[in-house]
């Protein structure tokens, strides 16, 4: 058995990662280290939970970090602050857990020489212009935007560091915007499923011609794995289905249509402070080298497959959502979204 261990596994990517690895690669004994912020939830690994252990825990925690590093094989590093809105409303978290909770990792796996993969995002590379041909790839400059990208930014940055000076054995992977089951309701997709079930109609920020590369969680977590075996040391991936064509005015109607609403049964609301407008991944290196292809992919929008096996699972578990909702929305009343 190879020992795995999962950072942030009860938040949403890194929890179906546990349940993707439990499913499909029973080679590895997974342990999950999470601070169950606002955005974890051991709810997300209850029907894993007899096959991992489970800890309790910050990132930050030095002393911590070098026992469970210690103790592996290979560390997933999920775990961050994830919001851009909440980064804008305080900042602090972001700087904390992603850039000092990374180096705190990077330091212990330095010292017991152990083998990290790094989760980022396509925003540490700014934005595009709806009209610019180029999408990102692995040596696009960065540039971030948010306090959150620019945390993340700042996350990859040592990690590369880390990989040039002290030759650890690591890998980064970019992805872009992920949904399915276990997301939390703050999120775009899923604040939109849990508003038509609560009979609230659906907020888009701004004109929604903003641009958004979406991605099956599980195809996201289906690159990782093979990142994980047959990805080079020290190599950045880009991972992404395809989906720049798709803006969030048409995802919004999509979900409106799928969900039984006339398709305009949704409001405009403030925008978001300094919106990226588009993101786009060329993700033809982790296709041509590593023989990765996404699985939710249809001829229309490209998530019709993956959003109606999304709101079936946000129908069928309300229990999971439901007593956060009221908070969520009174959150984002406050300005006006
Ligand atoms: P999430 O907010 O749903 O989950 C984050 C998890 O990390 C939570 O369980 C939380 O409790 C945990 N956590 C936060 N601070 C911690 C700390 N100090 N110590 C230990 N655990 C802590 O986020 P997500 O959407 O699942 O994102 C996971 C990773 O993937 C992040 O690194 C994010 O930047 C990256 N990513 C996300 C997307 C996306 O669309 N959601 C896309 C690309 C990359
Ligand atoms: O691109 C990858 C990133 O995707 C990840 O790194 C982040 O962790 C993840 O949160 C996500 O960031 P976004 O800011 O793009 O995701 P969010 O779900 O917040 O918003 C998606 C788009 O939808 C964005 O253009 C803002 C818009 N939006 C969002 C909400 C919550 C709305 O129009 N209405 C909404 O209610």
Redesign the pocket.
């Known amino acids: 058995m190879t020992r795995m261990l999962v950072t942030g596994g009860a938040g949403f990517i890194g929890s179906n990662f546990v349940h993707y690895t439990v499913k499909h690669k029973p080679d590895y004994d997974i342990t999950v280290i999470d601070k169950l912020t606002y955005a974890g939830n051991t709810a997300n690994l209850q029907p894993v939970a007899d096959k991992i252990t489970f800890v309790e825990g910050d990132i930050c925690n030095a002393e911590l970090m070098d026992k469970l590093v210690a103790e592996t094989d290979i560390v997933v590093h999920f775990a961050?602050e994830?919001?851009?809105?909440n980064s804008l409303r305080n900042p602090w978290p972001f700087v904390e857990t992603n850039v000092i909770g990374t180096y705190t990792i990077l330091e212990a796996i330095r010292k017991h020489g152990k083998r990290l993969h790094h989760i980022?995002?396509?925003?540490v590379f700014g934005d595009l212009e709806l009209d610019d041909p180029n999408r990102f790839t692995e040596d696009t400059p960065y540039n971030p935007s948010?306090p959150?990208?620019s945390t993340?930014a700042s996350s990859d940055m040592l990690v590369r560091a880390w990989i040039r000076s002290f030759g650890i054995k690591a890998t980064i992977s970019n992805?872009?915007?992920?949904y399915g089951p276990y997301q939390h309701i703050?999120?775009?997709?899923p604040?939109?499923i849990t508003n038509i079930l609560s009979d609230i109609k659906?907020?888009?920020?701004?004109t929604?011609e903003?641009v958004?590369?979406w991605i099956h969680v599980d195809d996201h977590n289906s690159a990782v794995h093979l990142i994980l075996e047959k990805g080079e040391l020290g190599e950045t991936y880009i991972i992404g289905a395809d989906n720049d064509h798709v803006n969030?005015k048409m995802?919004?109607e999509l979900i409106c249509e799928l969900m039984g609403k006339g398709k305009d049964w949704y409001e405009h609301?403030n925008d978001?402070p300094g919106?990226?407008m588009r993101?786009a991944m060329d993700s033809s290196k982790l296709r041509r080298e590593l023989g990765w292809q996404p699985q939710y992919t249809d001829n229309q929008t490209g998530m019709r497959d993956g959003l109606m096996q999304t709101i079936e699972w946000y129908r069928e578990h309300e229990d999971w959502w439901k007593a956060q909702k009221e908070a969520v929305e009174a959150a984002?009343a406050k300005q006006g979204?």
């Open positions: 961050a994830s919001h851009n809105d980022s995002t396509d925003e948010s959150y990208s993340k992805c872009s915007n992920n703050e999120k775009f997709i604040r939109q659906p907020k888009l920020y701004g929604g903003q958004r590369d969030n995802v919004i609301v978001r919106h990226d993101y984002y979204q």
